[in-house]
């Protein structure tokens, strides 16, 4: 809390002494110098079929299960693409090989939340707030990072969701944002009404209400400055034209505005892939594909600072390990997550293989867990973030070092 | 407000009489603290007080509220909102809300003829699509099965509120919530590419049927908060909604528009037993709680909830709904004891099924316990997180409840008690011992819960938080404990207790709360003596306020705390509203300030203010308000002060 008035402070004495001019313009200038760590996470909303998404090919149960969508083994035409010759991409990810062979994406395969949910709903809560079975739970685990983090200059774009609704994972008392389009978040008055606005709220007595109003007024100026520069993704990127494309360029031109995003989150949907699934191509394979298109083109984008960025993603389980009467998948339990970034040990597939015969099986159907996805969190806070103590981000968990699967240096 | 008039003037001169006593009674009401039904209202309120009252009891002043409360008394106002029953509905919102089609239909046949068919219909195209050579038609009723597991829940993957519309129009929403699942363009469209253009339309009627369901009654919500007379019942019927709360997504959507007709608003000022009752035997939180899966691990099974009856099937389509005769057993202070023969008739009914003897199949794994239910039960909805209960008597209250369950719920079934899946024996609840047997278990667990302290304390406290400040006074949670300990949970006399207590007069108590973004909108609106002709624009606008309609994912509901709805894209999205509504930007939403409040910006400032009560403003809002050219701006930039964002 102190830190935030003290950059209310700031927000409010520049806002008297350079009139519309955004304070952080002169916060901006040392910004380079000190290298944020960024954490993007991106939610498969539905559970995606992640048998489907890194193949165990090399598994003879998952051929036996699959009998019309399974993925062919590499080589042939429409085959998979090989990773480490037991493991491969849905032939659809090819945008994200390349990060792959180059060492800078690493997975983490039979990973998963030990609650027995096949609910999507609790099975999101519990990822979101990192409390598996708990549903009381009233913040999200990545507002509790930002919680244990009180920098000394804070921006009100700490936190930066693309999506339409803040999602769990950032609800809480540090303050995050939820948007869809940057140009949308905007006051839609004239000048003169927007600043009439503003020194209401500046001259507010009442606390809370006066320095939420400025940090709204100072994210609205900050987003104001990085979208007169306009956008273009650099190093030849190309982002897919769909929302998850959007989103992801945006968080992109956040980072690169150096307006303070420590977390940013975008979500991607459409994996609840019931019926007519597909294998090499068809509904999975499409949407696969926007989602690598997407990352792949965010990471290019990047360039260099990529270095200070993993992005993470996730999805609440896994799908039945058999397919179903009509050539789809149910909901499950093991899935797998991606990382890719500069301080990712990629290249390499993640965690114990549990196998795939029924009797390996998580409840004789779905994917068992090795991994607990917490561990995940946890090796990302702690080695990537640099968090010291990360017992208040995960309430009921022991984050040990022990039990981090080992994919980030 | 009308129909009381004639006696109101009865009353004025009573208080005449006993006005001149109450000012002394005032005075010293410090001293009478102790005195229970003491009331603090004050005989001759200043405007400042009304709007207090207006803004606690209902959602804030609209055109002349101020001066008729005036004209009724304060005292009279308050007496007739804690009897609802007493005042005639404005005859246009019932006229509005006549014109919904779903609101007074059973679950049923909401599930059935509203939900059920867009997802049956996909289904069914599904298997037209995907080898109908394998499947056979048991195999399809075998699947039909599978699907109503997981069917409902799928179907609201993306969660209305979880992706809700960046538009801001409701085609756009309708749009947004029906494909969202269906990911992108090429894929919706390679995805129906098997469906003929009948086929197309079939599934876009089927979709806009189920939408119809959630569309509806979140307008009504609205539409009835802006516009009801009975403004009290309406916050009381927010507030136990939320306290009971129950997320409208996947099994319960078909649900909830019953649940808060039927189970929620009969007993927002009744007795606290009969709501608790009214909401465990309620579909809607037996699925939403999971406890309808919940199976004692002595139970003798079978395992699962009786099905609906083909007959009962077919007399439905007759137009016989079954829930009209609800069979619900909501025990009063002398509960019926449960009959065995009932109990046993019950399940020859589902022995009964049909002869076509395809037994639902039996799970692999026996299912178990299911403590959810057992512990929000204790947890938020009677005892409160520290009301002394521990995991024990969370399994244990659970075992009580085995067989609570809900019959088939994808078309919308009833609750009904199965005994196959009630663990038998005696349990342990709080040290006490619960020997009922069967249905009757539960019943004690609810008896007891309803009765006891630490209930009184958390709802006094609850209710006390929701009417007069945040951390609210102990003394008055106390007093208003002891009120409901007494009355037996008698809700009205819990409220009245509260709303009339010197705390709730007390000037720390103005403009103590921050208004939920609810809260927020209805008030802006009745501010404005808005017309809403069409409140389909304001429901996506809520979700984009922070605050979905019947989309409180957790067993929790909305937080009611100042913190919960600070935050700064929320604030400028109230900024954002009030410019749209004051410049007629929302469709279907009409506000003629100027004939309201003149044509002067200066003259409709003050008097904006004063109507609202504003009139302790800062002056920087009094002064910025004033550089409104026009009045549309001023009205904007009161409803964005930070001033209209508490009550």
Redesign the interface.
């Known amino acids: 809390m102190q830190t935030r008035r003290i950059f209310l402070k700031n927000g409010a004495t520049a806002l008297v002494s350079l009139g519309f001019a955004p304070s952080f313009l002169v916060r901006t200038a040392s910004a380079d110098t000190r290298r944020q760590r960024v954490l993007v996470a991106i939610f498969q909303r539905g559970a995606v079929d992640g048998l489907n998404m890194v193949v165990p090919f090399g598994d003879k149960a998952y051929y036996a299960a699959r009998p019309t969508i399974a993925i062919r083994q590499p080589g042939g035409e429409g085959g998979a693409l090989d990773l480490d010759e037991f493991f491969a991409f849905h032939p659809r990810m090819a945008p994200l090989h390349r990060w792959y062979q180059d060492g800078q994406l690493a997975i983490v395969h039979a990973c998963g939340s030990p609650n027995a949910t096949r609910s999507h709903f609790d099975a999101q809560d519990f990822m979101e707030t990192a409390t598996p079975g708990v549903r009381s739970t009233q913040d999200g685990w990545l507002n509790r990072y930002l919680r244990t983090r009180q920098l000394e200059e804070q921006t009100p774009l700490r936190a930066v969701s693309l999506t339409p609704q803040l999602p769990v994972s950032l609800k809480g008392t540090a303050p995050a944002l939820a948007m869809t389009n940057i140009k949308r978040f905007d006051l839609r008055a004239a000048a003169s009404v927007r600043s009439s606005f503003e020194e209401e709220y500046a001259a507010a007595a009442d606390q809370a209400l006066g320095q939420t109003g400025g940090e709204a007024f100072e994210a609205v100026k900050m987003l104001r400055a990085a979208e007169q520069k306009g956008y273009r993704p650099e190093n030849g990127a190309r982002y897919p034209r769909s929302p998850f494309g959007r989103a992801l360029t945006q968080i992109s031109q956040l980072i690169k505005a150096n307006v303070g995003l420590e977390v940013g989150f975008a979500e991607v949907g459409g994996w609840d892939t019931h019926f007519s699934q597909g294998g090499d191509v068809g509904r999975l394979a499409a949407r696969l594909n926007d989602f690598s298109n997407g990352i792949a083109a965010f990471a290019q984008d990047l360039g260099s600072r990529l270095q200070d960025i993993v992005i993470l993603t996730m999805s609440e389980f896994g799908r039945t390990v058999n397919e179903n009467g009509s050539r789809g998948t149910d909901h499950g339990h093991g899935n797998v997550m991606l990382a890719l970034g500069g301080n990712v040990r990629g290249g390499k597939v993640y965690g114990k293989w549990p196998g795939l015969t029924p009797e390996q099986r998580f409840e004789g159907r779905d994917l068992a867990i090795t991994t607990d996805f917490r561990d995940v969190f946890g090796e990302t806070v702690v080695r990537h973030l640099g968090v010291r103590d990360p017992s208040q981000i995960f309430p009921g968990y022991t984050i040990s070092p022990n039990n981090f699967v080992g994919f980030l240096s | 407000m009308r129909n009381v008039d004639r006696g109101s003037s009865i009353r004025r001169l009573e208080r005449l009489i006993v006005g001149v006593a109450a000012v002394s009674v005032i005075v010293g009401s410090s001293m009478l603290v102790a005195d229970q039904p003491t009331s603090a209202i004050p005989s001759d309120p200043d405007e400042r007080t009304i709007v207090h009252v207006l803004n606690r009891l209902g959602f804030g002043p609209s055109g002349r509220d101020v001066e008729r409360v005036q004209r009724l008394g304060l005292q009279d106002y308050i007496d007739e909102q804690l009897n609802p029953e007493r005042i005639r509905e404005s005859e246009a919102l019932e006229t509005q809300l006549a014109s919904f089609e779903t609101l007074k239909l059973s679950s049923q046949v909401i599930a059935q003829e509203y939900v059920r068919a867009a997802i049956q219909l996909r289904q069914q195209l ?2 037209q ?3 109908t050579a ?2 056979s038609p048991q ?1 399809g009723d075998a ?1 039909m099965e ?1 699907m109503t597991e ?2 409902p ?2 179907d ?4 209305d ?6 538009a801001t129009s409701r085609d756009e929403t309708q749009q947004a919530t029906s494909t ?5 363009q ?2 919706r469209q ?2 129906s590419a098997q469906l003929s253009p009948e086929q197309q339309e079939e599934l876009k009627e089927a979709n806009r049927r189920r939408t119809l369901v959630t569309q509806e009654r979140a307008q009504q919500k609205i539409l009835r908060a802006v516009y009801s007379e009975r403004q009290l019942e309406e916050v009381l019927v927010d507030f136990w909604f939320n306290h009971f709360n129950v ?1 409208s ?2 099994n319960t959507l078909p649900y909830v528009t019953a649940y808060e007709r039927d189970v929620i608003r009969p007993h927002a000022l009744g007795k606290f037993r009969d709501l608790l009752g009214a909401v465990a035997h309620s579909p809607a939180m037996l699925l939403y709680l999971d406890n309808w899966r919940s199976v004692g691990p002595e139970a003798p099974g079978p395992f699962r909830p009786p099905t609906l009856r083909s007959t009962s099937a077919a007399r439905h389509r007759r137009g016989e709904v079954l829930d009209a005769q609800p069979r619900r057993r909501v025990a009063g202070p002398h509960p019926r004891p449960a009959s065995a023969q009932a109990r046993r008739s019950g399940s020859a009914r589902a022995q009964s099924a049909p002869k076509r003897k395809r037994t639902p199949p039996q799970p ?2 026996k299912p178990g316990l299911n403590e ?1 239910y057992a512990r ?1 039960l204790m ?2 909805h009677t005892l409160g997180v520290e009301g002394g209960y521990t995991q024990q008597d969370v399994i244990e209250v659970a075992k009580c409840f085995t067989g609570w369950t809900v019959r088939s719920r994808a078309q919308g079934g009833e609750a009904v008690f199965a005994s196959g899946m009630h663990e038998p024996g005696v349990k342990r609840v709080l040290g006490h011992e619960i020997d009922a047997g069967g249905e009757r278990d539960g019943e004690e667990v609810l008896d007891l819960l309803a009765r006891h302290p630490s209930t009184a304390t958390f709802i006094a406290t609850k209710l006390a938080r929701r009417f007069v400040a945040d951390d609210p006074p102990q003394a008055l949670v106390e007093r208003a404990a002891e009120r409901f300990s007494e009355t037996d949970g008698d809700l009205r006399e819990v409220v009245q207790t509260i709303v009339t207590s010197p705390e709730f007069f007390e000037t720390e108590a103005y403009r103590a709360k ?1 208004k939920s973004p609810f809260e927020f909108v209805v008030s802006a609106l009745r501010a404005t003596d808005a017309r809403v002709e069409d409140a389909g624009i304001l429901v996506p606008r809520l ?2 306020l ?1 605050m ?1 309609l019947y989309g409180a ?4 509901g909305y ?1 009611d705390h ?2 919960s709805w ?4 929320a ?2 999205g109230r ?2 509203f009030a ?2 509504l004051a410049n007629n930007r929302l469709r279907g939403v009409t506000v003629s300030l100027e004939s309201r409040l003149g044509n002067d910006p200066a003259d409709a400032r003050d008097r904006l203010l004063a109507s609202l009560l504003l009139d302790d403003a ?4 009094r002064s ?2 004033g ?3 026009n009045v549309a ?1 001023v009205a ?2 009161t409803l ?4 209209f ?2 009550k």
Do not use: Y
């Open positions: 599904q298997r699509g995907a080898g394998e499947s195999q699947e599978n997981t069917a829940e799928d609201a993957v993306t969660r509120t979880r992706q809700p519309p960046a969202s699942m269906e990911g992108s090429d894929e390679a995805g997320f997504g996947g692999k794994t959810n929000e947890e938020l921050v979700v984009h922070g979905p994912q957790p067993p929790t937080i100042a913190s600070t935050n700064s894209g604030l400028l900024m954002n410019l749209a800062s002056s920087e809002t910025t308000t550089k409104g050219k701006q904007a930039l964005g002060s930070p001033e964002q508490r």
